[in-house]
C-alpha cells in the first residue's frame, strides 16, 4: 500500500444532523449500540439493528466508497470469522467437498457471527466518519471527567489521544517521504524474505523514532513556554452543548435499540 | 541523462474529499549536464515535482522519462540511476557510524570493498568533510550542518547520474549554505552530473543555476536562462520570490541615479558597475 494515498483519521466531511449532534451523545449511542449488539440473538434482532445503521448512514451522506475504505482492514478478520464457524461445528451436515464438510450449525452460526461483527464495526466507523477526531477526544475527555475524582488524569489523557491525532498525519506524511528516500538509495522496502525485509526496516524505523523524540521534545517545550501546566482551571474554546438534536438522535436510537431487543431476545 | 516530464498533473489522494492539486499540466526536460534551479513560493507544487521527476511518486496523469526509459509505477528508475535529497535529508540517517550511512547504497548495489571504500571517502570529501575524522562517529553527534552534509554524501556515493536536491540548504547558516552551493556547483564541472535544485532563495539560485523554472500554484509560470529570469523583478514579485540582493542593488542605483544601471547577477559583477558609476561621479 502506497502510504500516500492512506486516508489520515476517517473524518468524512459533511453538514448532516448526524455531524451537528454532539459527540458526546453520538459516543453513549453506539456504546449502548453495542452492548445490544451482544445481547441480541437470533437474526431479526440483527436486521432491525443494521437497517437502523443503514438508515443513519444514509442520514450522515456517508458514500459507500468510503464505508468500503473503513471496512477493508477488518474484511480479513471476518472472513476468518466465518470460515472458522463454518467448518468447526457438527450437526446436520449440508455438503461435503473431499475432506470439507459443511454443517448447517456452523454455516448459521458464521453467518451470525460475521454479521455481529460487521455491524460492530460500522457502529463504530459512523462515528470516526461523522466527527472530527479532534471533538471525538475532546468529548471523551468530557465524557471522562467525573474520573478525575477518582484521581485518574482524564483531562491529561484527553488530550494525549487529541495530540497523538494531531500527529499522525505530519508521521503519515514523513514517514512517506523517508521511505521514498531510502529506497531511491537501495533499501528494500518491500517484497524479499522476512530477514531481508526486518532489515529493511531499519532505514526507516531508525529515523522515525528520532523523528518523533525530536516531536515530542519541541512540543513539550513549546506548551511549557507558554505556561501549560496540566489540565486544572483551563477553560475551553470549543463548548461542546447538548441540544434538540441531540434529544431527537437519541430518541430514535432509543427505539431502534428497544426493538432490536424484543426482536432478538425477549420475545 | 535527460529527464523529461510531459503534461504532468498530480492530485493528492484524489476520490476523497481531502483531494489537493499539486501539479497541473507541467512539460519540463531538464538537460544532460545541465544545473536547473526550480524555484517558487511554498506549497506551489516543487517538493512534488522533484519527488516525481526523481520517478519515487507517481503522477495522476502525464508522462516521465529518464534518457529512453519511461518511467512509471512498475517500470521504476534502475537503482542508483537517481540520486535523490529530500529537504532535510540528514532526517534519513540510520546507521551507527557515518562511514556505514554513506556506504549503504553502495553497498547495496553489491560493489566490492575497495570500491565502496573509494566512493564514501570520495563522495565525503565532495561536500566537504574529512572522512578520516568523522567516518568512524555517530552521525547523530554531529551538527545539523555536518549531518546534512553526510547525508548528501549519502546520496552522491551512488555516483548518479541525476542529482535532484530539494532545499539542499534549508536551516543552514550562511556560511554554511554559501560553501555547500559553491561544492554542488564544483561536483557538476568535474563530474557533469546533471542537477535539479529546489530553493527559493534567489542569492542561492544566481550562483547555482544555468536555467531556472518557476512554478506557483502548481503550475510553470516561467522558464528561462537564469540571468533572464533572475533580472526580471516584476516577474519574480508576481509569484511572491524577491530577485538576488546583486539585482535589488542595481535597481535601486537605477532610481537613484537616473540612469539605467544594468542588472548584476554577481558580487564581481555588481561591483564592477559600482566602480563605473563612482568612476563617473569622480
Ligand atoms: N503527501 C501529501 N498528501 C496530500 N497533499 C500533499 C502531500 N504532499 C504535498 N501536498 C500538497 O500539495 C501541494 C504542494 O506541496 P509541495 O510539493 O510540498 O510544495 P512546495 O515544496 O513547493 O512547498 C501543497 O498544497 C501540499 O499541501
Ligand atoms: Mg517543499
Known amino acids: 500500500m502506497q502510504i500516500s494515498n492512506m486516508v489520515v483519521g476517517q473524518f468524512y466531511p459533511g453538514t448532516s444532523i448526524l455531524h451537528r449532534v454532539d459527540p458526546r451523545t453520538k459516543i453513549i449511542a453506539a456504546c449502548a449500540f453495542v452492548i445490544v449488539l451482544f445481547m441480541v440473538n437470533g437474526f431479526e434482532g440483527l436486521a432491525v439493528m443494521g437497517a437502523g445503521l443503514a438508515a443513519v448512514i444514509a442520514l450522515a451522506g456517508i458514500p459507500l466508497s468510503w464505508l468500503w475504505r473503513g471496512l477493508k482492514p477488518v474484511l480479513f478478520l471476518l472472513v476468518i470469522t466465518f470460515a472458522f464457524q463454518l467448518f468447526l461445528s457438527g450437526g446436520e451436515e449440508l455438503w461435503r467437498l473431499g475432506p470439507v464438510t459443511v454443517y448447517r450449525a456452523g454455516l448459521v452460526q458464521g453467518a451470525f457471527l460475521t454479521a455481529r461483527l460487521l455491524l460492530l464495526v460500522l457502529s463504530g466507523s459512523i462515528l470516526t466518519f461523522s466527527t472530527p477526531p479532534v471533538l471525538l477526544t475532546d468529548a471523551l475527555g468530557r465524557l471522562m471527567e467525573p474520573l478525575a475524582k477518582l484521581k485518574i488524569p482524564a483531562y491529561e489523557l484527553a488530550l494525549m489521544m487529541t495530540i497523538a491525532l494531531r500527529f499522525i498525519p505530519t508521521l503519515v506524511m514523513e514517514v512517506d517521504r523517508i521511505i521514498k528516500a531510502q529506497k531511491a538509495r537501495g533499501a528494500v522496502t518491500s517484497g524479499g524474505g522476512l530477514l531481508v525485509r526486518a532489515r529493511g526496516i531499519m532505514p526507516v524505523l531508525v529515523p522515525l523514532f528520532v523523528m518523533s523524540f525530536r516531536h515530542a521534545d519541541e512540543l513539550a517545550l513549546a506548551m511549557e513556554s507558554r505556561c501549560w501546566r496540566g489540565g486544572r482551571g483551563r477553560t475551553i474554546r470549543r463548548k461542546l452543548a447538548f441540544s434538540n438534536k441531540d434529544a431527537v438522535f437519541a430518541t430514535v436510537v432509543l427505539a431502534v435499540l428497544a426493538a432490536s431487543l424484543w426482536m432478538g431476545r425477549f420475545r | ?282
Open chain 2, 1 to 282: 541523462m535527460r529527464l523529461e516530464l510531459e503534461n504532468v498533473s498530480m492530485v493528492y489522494q484524489s476520490g476523497t474529499p481531502f483531494s489537493a492539486r499539486a501539479l497541473e499540466d507541467v512539460s519540463l526536460t531538464v538537460e544532460p549536464g545541465e544545473r536547473l534551479a526550480v524555484a517558487g513560493p511554498v506549497g506551489s507544487g516543487k517538493s512534488t515535482l522533484l519527488a516525481i521527476l526523481a520517478g519515487v511518486e507517481t503522477p495522476t496523469s502525464g508522462r516521465v522519462i529518464h534518457g529512453t526509459r519511461e518511467i512509471s509505477r512498475r517500470q521504476t528508475p534502475p537503482p542508483g540511476s537517481i540520486g535523490l535529497a529530500f529537504q532535510s535529508p540528514e532526517n534519513c540517517l540510520f546507521e551507527k557510524t557515518v562511514y556505514s550511512d554513506v556506504s549503504f547504497a553502495p553497498r547495496r548495489q553489491g560493489l566490492d570493498g575497495q570500491e565502496v571504500r573509494r566512493r564514501v571517502e570520495n563522495s565525503l570529501a565532495a561536500v566537504g568533510t574529512d572522512p578520516a575524522s568523522i567516518g568512524q562517529r555517530s552521525p547523530f553527534s554531529l551538527s545539523i550542518g555536518e549531518q546534512r552534509r553526510v547525508a548528501l554524501a549519502g546520496v552522491l556515493a551512488m555516483e548518479p547520474r541525476a542529482l535532484l536536491l530539494d532545499e539542499p540548504t534549508a536551516y543552514l547558516d550562511p556560511a554554511a549554505r554559501r560553501e555547500l552551493i559553491m561544492q554542488l556547483v564544483e561536483l557538476n564541472e568535474q563530474t557533469g552530473v546533471t542537477m535539479v535544485m529546489v530553493g527559493h532563495d534567489m542569492d542561492e539560485l544566481a550562483r547555482f543555476a544555468g536555467r531556472l523554472v518557476i512554478i506557483d500554484g502548481g503550475r510553470k509560470v516561467a522558464e528561462g536562462r537564469a540571468e533572464s529570469i533572475l533580472t526580471d523583478s516584476a516577474l519574480l514579485a508576481g509569484h511572491s520570490l524577491d530577485p538576488p540582493g546583486t539585482v535589488e542593488l542595481c535597481s535601486l542605483l537605477s532610481a537613484a541615479t537616473g540612469d539605467q544601471v544594468a542588472p548584476a547577477l554577481s558580487e564581481e559583477q555588481a561591483i564592477e558597475t559600482l566602480m563605473q558609476i563612482m568612476e563617473g561621479k569622480c
